[in-house]
């Protein structure tokens, strides 16, 4: 295996997680959806990170591929099905492993789900800023390749889990957090 450099900029960062051979491919054939706003996100990013700085594979312990778009001209479940159900086609057998979400809807579902309200969102990145760790916040344009890292990239790579102030569920965070130090154990919480 390659010696691993750390995230330290967004071209080291899209190398890193180009490395997972499934990233790299839905960054490939996603476009062809045209999703607005259409955005590469979560645990396929920063987990192949951690994976890589643990000497695992890449794809190591990743459970799925979030995929975010926002359309506001439809929000009924119907219409996000209807996206789901194209890229299962497109997706073939990976399909499984791939959640597409249209963030323009979460305020529908997220106070059933997580028990507490959800604003309505306003574009992709407004639901990345509502992950419960501030490392994780990051994403990738599917159609540009724009890298969306507002909290940069140094707690990531130092495997420093924060909880996000803009979203601070203490519960969530923790349980979060105990999910992720069983599968990378030198990952660290902190205030």
Known sequence: MD???????????VEQIKRNETNRWLLEVLPDLELPQ???????????????????????????????????????WE?????????????????DKVEIRNQARVHLWYPQKFGVDCPALTRVEDGIDRYLI?????????????????????????????????????????KKCQAYISRWPWLSVVA
């Open 3 to 13: 010696q691993f450099v750390p995230a330290s900029s967004e071209q080291q960062f």
């Open 38 to 76: 259409g955005t590469l996100t979560a645990g396929c990013l920063f987990q192949t990170v951690w994976n890589l700085k643990s000497g695992n594979e890449p794809e190591w312990a990743i459970k799925d591929y979030d995929v975010f778009y926002f359309d506001a001209n439809d929000l009924s």
């Open 79 to 95: 219409a996000e099905d209807a996206v789901i159900q194209k890229a299962r086609e497109m997706l073939g057998d990976r399909a």
């Open 134 to 174: 501030s490392c994780t916040r990051v994403g990738i344009g599917i159609a540009n390749g724009a890298v969306y890292a507002p909290d940069g990239f140094c707690d990531m790579w130092n495997g420093t889990l924060r909880m996000n102030p803009k979203n601070p569920q203490f519960d969530l965070f923790g």
